[in-house]
């Protein structure tokens, strides 16, 4: 995986080294306008022939930052599955761009997670998107989880930034 050139202050590589995610990164996250989000810069080999970020990579950030909102709203949990994610694409990203997610709208209930959101560039909206997440209980067998994760993460900053004040 090759490292992306010029990233914004505040923002650290995600946790782990093997996850799907790293082989198709880098991606990042950090803060930006008061939550939670994640960013990349579209590197060549995210992009198509045509010199634009492919789908699948716009699609795999948007689904992990809309779980970054659900993580940010809930904590406590487990691993949470997708269990639905559509997207609509509005505007194409280049090589070269600097691409963040946003979370506009978490609805939770005891068993799933709701979110809509979008991935933004340096014209403007890019693609939204909405997903659904489960909720299974914490230490599902079903869901093995080796390693940090993004809740993991979100934990230790919010205890970091505690310990500060």
């Known amino acids: 995986m090759a490292e992306a050139p010029d990233i914004p ?9 093997t ?3 790293h082989h198709a990164g880098p991606v990042y996250w950090g803060e930006s306008d008061g939550q939670y989000v994640l960013g990349f810069r579209v590197l060549p080999h995210h992009a198509n022939p045509a010199g634009m970020c492919n789908g699948g990579m716009l699609m795999t950030v948007m689904d992990l930052g809309l779980i970054l909102g659900i ?4 904590p406590d949990g487990g691993f949470s599955p997708t269990l639905n994610l559509s997207v609509d694409f509005i505007a194409a990203a280049r090589v070269g761009d600097w691409v963040e997610s946003r979370v506009d709208f978490v609805h939770l209930t005891k ?11 340096p014209g403007g909206l890019i693609l939204r998107g909405n997903g659904a997440f489960s909720f299974p209980p914490v230490g599902d067998a079903r869901y093995p989880v080796d390693g940090p994760t993004l809740r993991d993460v979100v ?11």
Do not use: D, M
């Open 111 to 121: 068993r799933r997670g709701y979110a809509s959101g979008r991935l933004v560039g």
């Open 9 to 17: 202050a505040g923002f650290e590589p995600l946790p782990g080294k």
């Open 19 to 21: 996850t799907f995610i």
């Open 71 to 74: 993580i940010a709203a809930q």
């Open 155 to 165: 934990a230790a900053r919010a205890k970091a930034r505690r310990s500060r004040t």
